[in-house]
């Protein structure tokens, strides 16, 4: 176990790590030619322009001002200076409420780290336990839980503190899921208009044989929605278009390049090979080849819109229908439309941006059987990811080294690149495996088929949290793989589990020190540095830039990253549960964790991140949940803990506390849930009259128009000029079609459920 | 163990007991005095008249038609003659899909019960382990899993066939959901105008100073639902008066009574005490004491009617709400009013007969904290139930009685008297306690303050079954009471529970055959009888029925008591599924159950049982998921069982069963229960087609004067010449009241949703 002075030294290494990465970009971020990585959500919003434009070449370049360098901590007071509603106009609800989980993390831990201090630590302290055991021990154990003996009626204020941090955190919960739900009914009541307040996603419309997608969703909405229907717009599968576009993108990046080298040195044309990566193949004229290239890819993608343009089987059923009313589309979103409830299921369109178009076109039967496949993908993934590694691992070895490539042998035989190997590579398959986790998991989600990107972080957030529960928190309390400890759980009673865990929980308290301070002081401070969209956005600029648009798409803001930021703060406020009675003096770390991340994010969220998507604070449900849980899991594991302490007399009274933790948690579900999954219709009467005055005061707008290009693939609405036939012709086809059936009512026959078979028809 | 002989002799005498009860009720249900007692729902449908208007005297009371005697057993084809739509016509929806429970009993069952004494019975039975072993055991036990050796290669027959019960169990239960969700949905949508179709129930309606509950309702849903609202019926708190109402019926029965007697022996006036259940007080005339009684009474109801009409306290925040349309309706149940969830909050209301009128008023947050305690009794009632009954038993022995009441001494001392109490008392107090059981169960959910009977019926029944599943099937099968098993299993591993009662399955097969032969075959025999019922009616005829209506009122239908006739059919399910594998030789008497039961209860559902309320076989999601756990349960005891018997290799091949069939419950979730909560818009169009139909054929038809009496409180409703006067006020009331305010805007100001005390105005 280390001792204080052990800690001291790491947090003073990391302290030093910390304070180097913030130094470094302080120095960076005045620089002007970095101006692009440090700023670039000012220049997404059009409000900064480059500084490269004015002024000598070098100040251009480097920062010439020395006064400027004294001041290098001015960004901490500059990212609090601006208001939350400022910051809602800047960066939307979702950044916002995004901060709100770091300070929710201070609101809940400062008062119970202070009482915990004050009260739990005298009382650990002044007892003699330890010594009288005659066991190793540090300080810091000294502080803890374990140094109470048994049966001591000191437990009681452990039992009162719990109940005390259980009331307090709840309480801030509380005023907080108020809070969030009054702003994101705010924040939806008073915006302008947006195309989603509009538009309900219809998914699997049956198929039909007399008509088309289009004619189909539009008869069927006339029929009945008559009043409000609008439009529509029909999904097209354009997957393939997607990506051959992108291919041209890369192939235009090369020839840039190319062009670029060229122009710098007249003397040698770039030459390429054809093959894999440019290594293998016929040499040929890289420009020369490159162009081909293109001009090929443009033919295929003229002949690929071509085919989306006429064969029907590229539309998917699924489409996008707008109402003339608000009113309209939530009316259609929150009810059912047919008997059958697996066709014209409707829902709130997200986003444009937020729309995850790949998956708009999975049939309800497929959705539910790629659920069970990631569930059960998932779990094993979360139980058994350290068998592949391991294999990896043993192939990884500078045995499978020699085996797999025997004339490296020479090489890996030196006896200073052996001792590196052996060090290093079996680390680095775990290593690889945790920095692609938050991509495995995106990808499992995309897999599982929600169709709004929100959706996707917010699943893989949970996903995220569950693995590092499992593998990180358990896996470093009850040492051994996540298999084994399945395996351990499986043949061990409930309450058993608890009192392992609960048990071991003190020991680890210097390991989860050492861990925050790695990953929430150091790693924090290094995200503010932005190093690697720093070095790409360098090398960008000097091989592909040519002009200012160039510039422009070279700089990467990239994004708050939801699927892994929310994980990392749960993972600490659940440590901060579990450690709050046992041994408080983790608390403080914490707290410096909370406060730091929340400085740094909130000048990212300020300067940096792009908003992808804005879902109004939808992940708040989730957030509270993950909280709650956390607080049950620790009061749970004090059970155990208190359990093996011969306090039998004051542990009964520990069961009252997750009973009134899981039951205040229904209770907030069911007085602040419903405003997350539908509108009330009370904000939509508002919205209806904002409506009649918009219509008022702007009589010749044309919400027709607005929708109808809303939702366009992403595909169709680049640059080039053939879009604009294609959305003509979307327009066109949007011109009422008359049915073309006679021979059917216009009723819908009832349904035959009882066939297993997936529905032929549904007239309309 | 019991042997095949005893099991033998078990069958004979629950089945001779089974036919004594039979040729009673054949007997009895042909004589004419017992016709209101047998066939009361004709008498209620008003298709029966009483037989005793014709013929002579003694064919009036005993039916002299020997032929009649001969065919005794009539009742059976009769009960199953009437066709499924017919029988929904005549009993309801609700009673119709009832039935379908047993159906679906045996459509799981009887291929089940076949395939396995095909494949297992042998399979089991050509093994000599038993004998080798050197054990006793019964032919019963030679049939069943116990009898082939560890580690044998056999018990892939019986996961095998495991899995190929699951699969056609949930194909049956598939085709049966899609049925049962078509039949409701067509039963909705063809059916004639009902009250409920147009009205939705809001509750917690806000205080408001300014406003009466009815102006603020009317207002409200003027302003948000201008098109649709048509009219509204606030909710009286009527209960006192319905206790002074019943009070006085009471009084009147007596009255009743004491007229006959003194009419048929006029020499003496009887004579009663004023007091406590007219066993001390006052001797005074009877007759002369009943009537000032009841003018008391009328005078008290009088009193209350008038308060209830001026005080407007009694006006509880809740009201009926009712459109012109059922779209208006639909749309108005199934969105969100407010941004304040729990104020307005609406849902479709229930049947008029359905409103369980006292829950009406219940705010929400007490809901939940009622919700919370009736959990905690539940599980304290589940666990603990036979701490209470000890100590009663305790009491309620001899020297308990003698201790209360020393001058019984004497007499129970007598040797008699002395065994019979030592062999009785002990076991009465289990006794009554199990009978109250579902009272007991239904005050716990109508303390929950569920407002529709029906939904009272659905948790009662859930709890019923619950408290089945661990009192009499655990508690059988592990010996113990369920305090002491709950202590085990919180003290076991997970897997270890399913292994302890997984092996202790196949002993007590013979415990359960016993079982389902008592409480399945006698007891439903004994049902149909309707003993309780014959001897009520035939006092009440005897001493109160003086003219025809209240030989009306003395009958009694019952109905069909879905809170525990369907936690029986489930406890049957779960034992088929569970001993399946297991010791077929357990299936046919099952089988017996589901067949006989379905008859008897087909017979009483045409002839016996009032519906008391249609909820459109809403109970059918729980009644899905309950055999969908009976299946997974049975399956985990498989794999503990398994796990017992060296079969290493094959159990896991069982651990893809239980997730596979949770998927298909998730599966069959998504598909068929929306329309048990929500009705779809198609449904609605063609139901406002309907209405545009019934309002062309019938242009003068009052809607909103059919809706505005349809959820009058029934105490209001009742034959007094006052409720007209008071049905006028109310209609009056209903004329548009203007509006009191004039300061405040007509858009609600954003709700205070930060504030933690309830919030005390909605503007409208």
Redesign the interface.
């Known amino acids: 176990m280390a001792s204080l002075s052990d800690i001291g030294v790491s947090a003073a290494f990391n302290l030093l790590s910390a304070f180097i990465f913030l130094l470094a970009f302080a120095l960076l971020r005045i620089q002007p030619f970095n101006d692009r990585v440090y700023f670039p959500k000012w220049y997404l919003r059009g409000l900064r322009n480059s500084p490269m434009h004015t002024g000598a070449f070098v100040g251009k370049v480097v920062n010439l001002d020395f006064r400027s360098y004294l001041k290098f901590l001015n960004w901490m007071p500059d990212a609090l200076k601006m208001p939350e509603s400022d910051l809602i106009e800047h960066a939307g609800l979702d950044s916002a409420v995004y901060l709100r989980i770091y300070v929710i993390g201070l609101k809940i831990f400062v008062p119970v780290t202070l009482l915990s201090l004050v009260v739990l630590a005298p009382v650990n302290y002044t007892n003699n336990t330890l010594e009288a055991l005659k066991v190793t021990f540090s300080k810091i154990d000294k502080l803890s839980i374990s140094n109470i003996h048994l049966g001591s009626s000191r437990f009681w204020a452990h039992i009162v503190m719990e109940y005390a941090f259980t009331f307090w955190a709840c309480f801030v919960l509380?005023?907080e899921y108020?809070?969030v739900?009054?702003m994101r009914?705010?924040f939806m009541?008073s915006e302008r208009r947006r195309p989603d307040q509009f538009t309900v996603l219809v998914r699997n419309v049956p198929p039909d044989a007399d008509e088309s997608v289009s004619e189909l969703v539009e008869h069927f909405f006339l029929?009945?929605h008559p009043d409000h229907y609008l439009t529509h717009q029909v999904v097209y599968n354009a997957n393939k278009l997607a990506k051959l576009v992108k291919e041209k993108e890369k192939k235009q990046n090369w020839l840039d390049y190319y062009q670029l080298r060229y122009s710098r040195n007249q003397d040698a044309r770039p030459m390429t090979k054809t093959g894999f990566l440019g290594l293998f193949g016929e040499k040929v004229d890289a420009i020369d080849y490159s162009i081909a290239e293109i001009e090929r890819l443009a033919k295929d993608i003229a002949e690929e819109r071509e085919r989306l343009d006429q064969d029907p089987k590229c539309i998917m059923p699924a489409a996008f229908v707008s109402f003339k009313t608000r009113w309209g589309a939530?009316?259609c979103a929150?009810?059912?439309?047919?008997?059958n409830?697996?066709i014209w299921l409707t829902e709130w369109a997200p986003e444009p941006r937020d729309v995850y178009w790949p998956n708009l076109a999975i049939p309800?039967?497929h959705l539910?059987i790629r659920?069970?496949i990631i569930s059960?993908s998932f779990f094993f993934l979360t139980f058994f990811f350290m068998i592949p590694i391991a294999f990896v691992q043993s192939l990884a070895s500078i045995e499978g080294i020699e085996k797999s490539a025997p004339f490296l042998k020479p090489v890996v035989e030196m006896r200073f690149i052996k001792s590196v190997l052996q060090g290093f590579l079996p680390g680095l398959a775990l290593k690889l495996f945790l920095i692609f986790l938050p991509t495995i998991l995106m990808m499992m989600s995309k897999f599982e088929g929600f169709e709004a990107i929100s959706a996707l972080e917010r699943r893989s957030a949970s996903r995220y949290y569950i693995f590092n529960f499992v593998n990180v928190f358990l896996g470093s309390v009850v040492a051994g793989s996540a298999f084994e400890q399945l395996h351990t759980?499986?043949?061990?009673?409930?309450?058993?589990i608890f009192v392992t865990i609960g048990v071991a929980i003190p020991m680890k308290a210097t390991f989860f020190i050492t861990y925050i301070m790695v990953d929430g002081w150091a790693g924090i401070a290094g995200e503010i540095l932005r190093l690697k969209p720093l070095i790409i956005y360098h090398l960008k600029n000097f091989f592909l830039v040519k002009t200012e648009k160039d510039r422009e798409e070279a700089m990467d803001a990239g994004s708050i990253g939801f699927d892994t930021g929310e994980p990392q703060i749960q993972f600490y406020v659940l440590l901060g549960f579990v450690y709050a009675v046992v041994t408080p003096i983790l608390l403080p770390f914490i707290l410096v964790f909370f406060a730091f991340s929340y400085l740094v994010y909130r000048h990212q969220i300020i300067n940096v991140y792009n908003q992808e998507y804005e879902s109004a604070a939808a992940f708040w449900p989730d957030v509270h949940g993950r909280i709650i849980g956390a607080m049950v899991f620790s009061q749970l594991l004090l059970m155990g803990l208190l359990s093996t302490k011969h306090a039998a007399s004051s542990t009964p009274f520990l069961i009252a506390l997750p009973?009134l933790t899981l039951?205040f948690h229904?209770?907030c579900k069911?007085?602040?849930?419903?405003?997350f999954k539908?509108?009330?219709?009370?904000?939509l009467?508002?919205a209806m009259?904002k409506d009649t005055l918009e219509r008022a005061r702007d009589p010749n707008f044309n919400l027709k128009g607005y929708l109808q290009t809303a939702y366009i693939h992403p595909m169709f609405k680049n640059d080039d000029e053939d879009d604009e036939t294609f959305e003509n012709k979307l327009e066109m086809e949007n011109v009422l079609v008359p049915t073309k059936r006679s021979s059917r009512r216009n009723?819908?026959a009832?349904?035959?459920?009882?066939?297993?078979s997936p529905p032929k028809h549904i007239d309309i």
Not at 678 to 683: E, F, G, R, V
Not at 750 to 756: A, F, T
């Open positions: 509380y005023k108020a809070r739900t009054a009914l705010q009541a029929v009945n939530a009316v929150q009810t059912h439309q047919t008997r409830p697996t309800y039967v539910s659920r069970l059960v759980y499986l043949h061990s009673s409930a309450n058993k009973i039951w229904r209770f069911g007085r602040f849930e419903p405003a539908t509108y009330p219709l009370q904000d009467q508002e009259m009723t819908p009832p349904s035959k459920m009882s066939s297993g």
